[in-house]
């Protein structure tokens, strides 16, 4: 006789054990949300395009919750989560939009143990600005946080560097108390306290300058600078990081696609600091501890400001004629957009 195989679906209902009480004691929201995620990693991983998921860690990873529609309600603008009798006495940072339900709320706590919540929901106030004939060019460094191509710079406040004392005090405390007792977490939570400190400081005063120069300016250029390889110099690491040059960059890109302006990134081995913005001289070197320079034609630059010229040179060129922005070393023939700019202003 021939075997027949008889292809079932069986259904089987989940009862959870002592092990797997707990997850009976949240919403089932939440836990739906997570395998969601988890197949879209997969999905991405398969299609390679992206890495192998990792799965969160439980001390490092931040804490979260995702509700969708069905897990929270809004009444007289206070959210109250399922499974929860009474609404979460929050404050807001800035009201909601009127008339707009959120689609996903995130309840997610920090490693400094603050609880915060974001519901997700599209913003009508968020549109395109009226079109500005202003460009600037924008060069970041460390003893100014920015300096623009209209000569105005902007002082780097050192976030870290201020707070440095306190959290060395806090780092020590944390290095002697004895492992098995609750006092290693206190102090933990009190070196995070100053970490999140130090953070909120540096993103305040980063989105209230990304906001203004996209409100005044139409055009923005910058350069694309490699911080994972910057940082790779001992001395140079924690003023790097404090600086948070490529936060800075992700706040300008996102917020020039909200209002309806044009970021160009220029090329980083663009000689910005070493080319003359005035008659486009090419210096061989220029050291770090060099600030102020007389070119040849007698011009006095000074080294940020003319690399924040020479930025918003190349850009234009970019904007106008769509030519590269990376100097052109053994080219038969033509032009470097810088040079093709630079001719452009002779008379």
Known sequence: MTAIHVKRAFKYRFYPTEEL??????????????????????????????KYPHCKSRKESRKSAEYTTSG???????????????????????????????????????????????PLCDDPSVRPLPASGNAVGIDVGLNHLLTLSTGEKIANPRHERKDRVRLA????????????????????????????????RRHDL?????????????????EDLTVRNMVKNHSLAGAISDAAWHEFRSLLEYKAAWYGRAVVVVDRFFPSSRLCSTCGTLQEKMPLHVRTRTC???????????????????GRAVTACGAGVRPQRSSPGGQ?????????REP
């Open 336 to 344: 470097s957009a810088m040079k093709q700019e630079a001719s452009r």
């Open 169 to 200: 005090r806090a780092q020590r405390n944390l290095a002697k108390k004895a492992k098995g007792s609750a006092n290693p977490a206190k102090a933990r939570r009190e070196v995070a306290r100053v970490h999140a400190r130090i953070a909120d």
């Open 296 to 314: 040849d034609c007698g011009t006095v630059h000074d080294r940020d400001v003319n690399a924040a010229k020479n930025l918003l040179a190349a």
């Open 21 to 50: 009480a707990f997850l009976s004691e949240v919403s089932s929201v939440p836990l739906q949300q997570c395998l969601r995620h988890s197949r879209t990693a997969f999905t991405g991983f398969f299609a390679k395009r992206a």
């Open 206 to 222: 980063l989105r209230q300058l990304t906001t203004r120069l996209v409100r005044e300016n139409q055009t923005l250029v910058i």
């Open 72 to 118: 929270f309600r809004f009444r007289d603008g206070r959210p109250t989560l399922a499974k929860m009798s009474a609404p979460l006495d929050i404050v807001w940072s800035r009201p909601l939009p009127q008339g707009v339900s959120p689609s996903t709320v995130t309840v997610s706590q920090d490693s400094a143990g603050r609880w915060f919540v974001s």
